[in-house]
T-cell receptor, first 114, second 113 residues
Framework: GAGVSQSPSNKVTEKGKDVELRCDPI?????LYWYRQSLGQGLEFLIY????????KSGLPSDRFSAERTGGSVSTLTIQRTQQEDSAVYLC????????????FGPGTRLTVL | SQKIEQNSEALNIQEGKTATLTCNYT??????LQWYRQDPGRGPVFLLL?????KEKRKERLKVTFDTTLKQSLFHITASQPADSATYLC????????????FGAGTQVVVTP
C-alpha cells in the first residue's frame, strides 16, 4: 500500500500486561514518529526516528515505554506493564523525504487497558 | 512551559461562509507551522505548511497566515462546505529536534447546509 499502516487497529489488554504496536511507514521515508492521542485531546509526541541518528525519546512518559526501528523501516512501540492511563490511540507517522516536513499518519491503534 | 493553543470550542458555521481558526503559541517562535485535518477515527492529514519568513500561504480554498509578532497563525476556510466539517490541528516545528512537532488540541469545525 501507499500509506502508513499500523497494526493492530484495536487492542484490548489487561492491566499489567505488555503490548506491542507496529508501524509500517511509507517506503523511503527516513523519519518516523509515534504520538499518543487521548479522547478529545491533541497529539502528544512520544518518539522520533530520523535516519541512522539516535532517536529523540524525549516524549516517552515513563521507562515502561520503548520503541525500536529495524532496518530503517518498520517500527514497534512496546508498553510494558500497561496501566489504565495508557489507554489512548497511538498514531504513527512518517516523512522526511525531499526536504518536506509534512508528516503522513497511519490510522492509529486504539489501546484499551482494562 | 511551551504551549500551542487553539480554540477548544467548536466552530459552527453556515455553508458558504468563511471559517477562521486561531493558533497561538508561547515562548520560541517556530521555524514553521503546519495545519492538519483530522476526521473521527482517522489519523491527521497534512494541509499546509508556513515558514517563519512567510506571511501567508494559500491552497485552493485554504489560507494560512503567520504573525511572529503576535505569535499567532490564522487558518481560513473560504466558501465552506459540509465536507469541511472536521477537527483542525495546528502544529509547530523546527525547534530543538527539527522534524518533531508540537500539536495543539485542535478546533472542531461544523459546517451546516
Amino acid at each position: 500500500g501507499a500509506g502508513v499502516s499500523q497494526s493492530p487497529s484495536n487492542k484490548v489488554t489487561e492491566k499489567g500486561k505488555d503490548v506491542e504496536l507496529r508501524c509500517d511507514p511509507i517506503s523511503g521515508h527516513t523519519a518516523l514518529y509515534w504520538y499518543r492521542q487521548s479522547l478529545g485531546q491533541g497529539l502528544e509526541f512520544l518518539i522520533y526516528f530520523q535516519g541512522n541518528s539516535a532517536p529523540d525519546k524525549s516524549g516517552l512518559p515513563s521507562d515502561r515505554f520503548s520503541a525500536e526501528r529495524t532496518g530503517g523501516s518498520v517500527s514497534t512501540l512496546t508498553i510494558q506493564r500497561t496501566q489504565q492511563e495508557d489507554s489512548a490511540v497511538y498514531l504513527c507517522a512518517s516523512g522526511g523525504t525531499s526536504g518536506g516536513y509534512e508528516q503522513f499518519f497511519g490510522p492509529g491503534t486504539r489501546l484499551t487497558v482494562l | 512551559s511551551q504551549k500551542i493553543e487553539q480554540n477548544s470550542e467548536a466552530l459552527n458555521i453556515q455553508e458558504g461562509k468563511t471559517a477562521t481558526l486561531t493558533c497561538n503559541y508561547t515562548n520560541y517562535s517556530p521555524a514553521y507551522l503546519q495545519w492538519y485535518r483530522q476526521d473521527p477515527g482517522r489519523g491527521p492529514v497534512f494541509l499546509l505548511l508556513i515558514r517563519e519568513n512567510e506571511k501567508e500561504k494559500r491552497k485552493e480554498r485554504l489560507k494560512v497566515t503567520f504573525d511572529t509578532t503576535l505569535k499567532q497563525s490564522l487558518f481560513h476556510i473560504t466558501a465552506s462546505q459540509p465536507a469541511d466539517s472536521a477537527t483542525y490541528l495546528c502544529a509547530r516545528g523546527g525547534g530543538d529536534s527539527w522534524g518533531k512537532l508540537q500539536f495543539g488540541a485542535g478546533t472542531q469545525v461544523v459546517v451546516t447546509p
